[in-house]
């Protein structure tokens, strides 16, 4: 299997080799999911036949093959949205939890007005680059804004790429779920850290350690 970093460092793009999924996107839905496939570099590492990973794979390959595709596909996010926040809660062994809304954001110029406008109120370290999702909080409770261009844009390619979709997207929102749980009392290399740790959990996968361990104090910065 082969992992791919892509240009926001927050992600990594899978490209399930042989992993049994035969039904096809169409180009209707090629187009309709993204016209561009994101820049990268890659690391190998296996995925278990009978994994997570690979059964929200087929799940999401089912979807696409529906009349009502673009409902099911928004179920199906939506689904795994829970799955991960109950995950993630249940690691945590927390019984008070925060109050967490989702919003795919589809326009990436949109994605970077809000981004800037945010009061990043979790966070003790602001990114330097480009981001994949951030986390806002107000006094109706925490919003997570995703940048859902450059996922949708993985679908675009092939169909194997569904995995690399759902590693994403579910990397994406645990770390900011992770950041609603812990507010500020963790810092970025801390949540990098525990993000992994559940990831391999949660998918049943084990992840190389240069992904695990790498250092992000480069990507981020305390003064401000």
Known sequence: MRVYYLTDRTSFSIVTQGCNLKRKISLRQQKRLGNQMPNARRVDFG?????????????????FNQPNYEECFNNFTNRLFKD??????????????????????????????????????????????ETGAFVTTSEYGNTIYLNFEPLLALLREKPSL??????????????????????????????HEIQFRILETFFGIKLPDIMKKEAVSGYYRKDF
């Open 47 to 63: 995925i278990p036949k009978e994994c997570a990973l690979t059964r929200y794979a087929e799940q999401l390959v089912i979807v």
């Open 162 to 191: 569904v995995s690399a979709f759902i590693f994403n997207f579910v990397l994406r929102l645990v770390h900011e779920i992770l950041h609603c749980f812990y507010v500020e009392e963790k810092s970025e290399q801390e949540i």
């Open 84 to 129: 991960c926040f109950a995950f993630v809660r249940k690691e945590l062994q927390m019984d008070a939890y925060p109050e967490i809304a989702l919003i795919y954001v589809y326009n990436e110029l949109e994605y970077k007005t809000l981004e800037k406008q945010s009061n990043w109120i979790y966070q003790k370290e602001r990114p330097t680059g």
